[in-house]
């Protein structure tokens, strides 16, 4: 994990672990996309709330930033992972891509939502949940919505820990469902898709 000041800290189970990353992240998208396999929704469903501008918080190699970019929508991605951001910037040159840490991470503008697709709850360092909150919470403005979907695991974050956060970040639940194309949520889910609104 890199900090504030570029110094290498431990923890981070994304840029500790051996998924891939950068160029060989993107290619499965791709070859999911070539087969005829929908990879925006998640920009399909953040869209659909009629927003204007977004912050795409653990943004990767910018997948939903570049496609909410196409249909018209303000986008700034913020992500931990040089490597990923180096892919993104090569896409998307025109986009503005920030390393950091969502836990710390200051930018100079609020945003009408914030989406956190790809596992990004389950990816930050533990024990910063909370702190990921209130910031990606802090960047939204009155009645902003955050958008986020991640996997149920054993011994992982829940939901009931996860709304618990998110209240106490000043956010409310909406709406839950079980994939990014509004499939009903049902408990014993192995992943849900929240929809909070800042207070």
């Known amino acids: 994990m890199v900090g504030c000041l570029g110094e ?7 840029l500790e672990g051996s998924r891939p990353h950068g160029r060989a992240y993107d290619r ?47 986008v700034v991605g913020v992500d931990i992972d040089p490597g990923m951001l180096e892919v993104a910037r090569a896409k998307a040159p025109a986009l503005r891509w920030v390393e950091a840490d969502l836990a710390d991470v200051q930018l100079d503008q609020r945003f009408e939502a914030a ?32 958008v986020a979907g991640f996997s149920l695991r054993p011994h ?5 820990r996860y709304d618990e956060l998110a209240a106490a970040a000043g ?23 929240s929809v909070h609104r800042r207070c």
Do not use: K
């Not at 956190?116 to 919470?137: D, K, S």
């Not at 956010?171 to 898709?193: H, K, Q």
């Open 171 to 193: 956010l409310v639940l909406e709406e839950r469902f079980a994939t990014w194309e509004r499939g009903p949520f049902e408990p014993g889910g192995d992943y849900a898709v």
């Open 115 to 146: 989406v956190m697709a790809g596992n990004v709850m389950i990816f930050v360092t533990p024990g910063t949940e909370a702190a990921v909150l209130r910031n990606v919470a802090a960047h939204l403005v009155p009645g902003g919505l955050l």
């Open 156 to 160: 992982g974050l829940d939901l009931p």
């Open 8 to 14: 290498h800290v431990s923890g981070n189970p994304w």
């Open 28 to 74: 499965r998208f791709e070859e999911l996309a070539a087969q005829g396999v929908g990879i925006h929704g998640e920009a399909e469903l953040v869209a659909s709330f009629g927003v204007r501008s977004v912050l795409d918080a653990g943004c990767g190699t910018g997948r939903v930033a570049i496609e909410l970019a196409r249909r018209g929508i303000h």
